[in-house]
């Protein structure tokens, strides 16, 4: 993904904002847990960006829900990065899964909007891509 937003206040600290125009909503708590979000901050903290930042101070993220029910837009809320260590272990974790000569597949709520089912073992529809 990409950051669609970066802000930054007058003490030179960032705030990433991310857009999202698809109607689901996560919830509140599982905003201060979101990886995507996480992930940005810490691209920030370590200096991950093309163009170099003048500061690797992050405040926190946002997500912003456009297409929202009940006003013109809704908000979502993360903290910021406390532990850059335990989020960099999860992605190498990741990382090496995605890269790996096999891929598990595992029921989550991300089934419901998967575009991928037809390839999936767990799904009747599903059918071997490799044999």
Same mark, same amino acid.
């Given at each position: ?9 007058s ?8 857009? /999202? ?83 598990t597949?595992? /029921?989550?709520?991300m089934? /419901? ?13 599903? /059918?071997?891509?490799?044999?």
């Amino acid at each position: 993904g990409n950051v669609d937003r970066l802000e930054v206040d007058s003490d030179g600290k960032h705030y990433i904002i991310d857009f /999202k125009t698809g109607k689901k909503e996560i919830t509140e708590d599982e905003a201060k847990t979101n990886l995507q979000l996480a992930c940005y901050q810490l691209g920030v903290v370590l200096d991950g960006f093309e163009e170099k930042l003048k500061s690797t101070d992050v405040t926190g993220a946002q997500l912003v829900y456009l297409a929202s029910k009940n006003k013109s837009y809704s908000t979502r809320e993360q903290g910021a990065l406390v532990d850059v260590d335990a989020t960099t272990a999860i992605l190498e974790e990741i990382a090496v899964g995605m890269g790996g000569a096999t891929f598990t597949a595992r /029921k989550n709520d991300m089934c /419901k909007q998967c575009k991928v089912k037809p390839s999936c073992p767990l799904y009747l529809e599903g /059918k071997a891509v490799h044999q």
